[in-house]
């Protein structure tokens, strides 16, 4: 039975406002706008500046049910006629964007080519490097014959003998 008791705690009773009442105090609110339009009603459209309630609601505007049927026919062949010189424009502007887009395109290779050249151009050309042609050199000089020593005439000494000029290796 405890079990019992803990539940009951749990159940509260239910909070708010009962759907009746909610109901009658919209309608009382209902009844008192009404009430308070009719009373203010001029003075509020006149501040307001709006049309009366008559004006608002009429027709706006009567429609004539008897229109002649030979004005809809030449404005749908107008709309027709219209149409189809849009539709002519349309396909002339298409082919003229067509022949736009083939001499652009003939273009742009024709620039692809000379820019294909102007590099060419532009890099140096190899050339076979050749070595110098050498100076063909003379043969070289025979040498002069070597002077054999010769012995001191009498009377001289080797220090009174003329020096002899020899190139000295280095």
Do not use: C, Y
């Not at 050749?130 to 012995?151: F, V």
């Amino acid at each position: 039975m405890t079990e019992n008791s803990e539940i009951d705690t749990l159940v509260r009773p239910r909070r708010g406002v009962a759907i009746g009442t909610f109901f009658v105090w919209l309608i009382v609110v209902a009844v008192g706008g009404a009430m308070f339009g009719g009373i203010f009603e001029s003075d509020v459209r006149n501040a307001l500046k709006l049309p009366p309630p008559a004006a608002h609601w009429a027709t706006s505007a009567p429609t004539n049910q008897n229109a002649p049927t030979n004005e809809i026919v030449s404005l749908v062949r107008d709309l027709q006629a219209s149409q189809q010189r849009t539709a002519e424009d349309v396909r002339a502007t298409l082919q003229v964007l067509t022949a736009d887009q083939t001499a652009t395109k003939a273009l742009s290779d024709a620039v692809a080519a000379l820019q294909a050249k102007v590099d060419a151009l532009q890099r140096p050309v190899p050339v076979a490097k050749k070595p110098a042609p050498l100076a063909q050199r003379k043969p070289p000089a025979p040498n002069p014959p070597a002077e054999t020593p010769t012995e001191p005439a009498q009377g001289e000494t080797e220090t009174d003998a003329p020096a002899r000029l020899s190139p000295q290796a280095r």
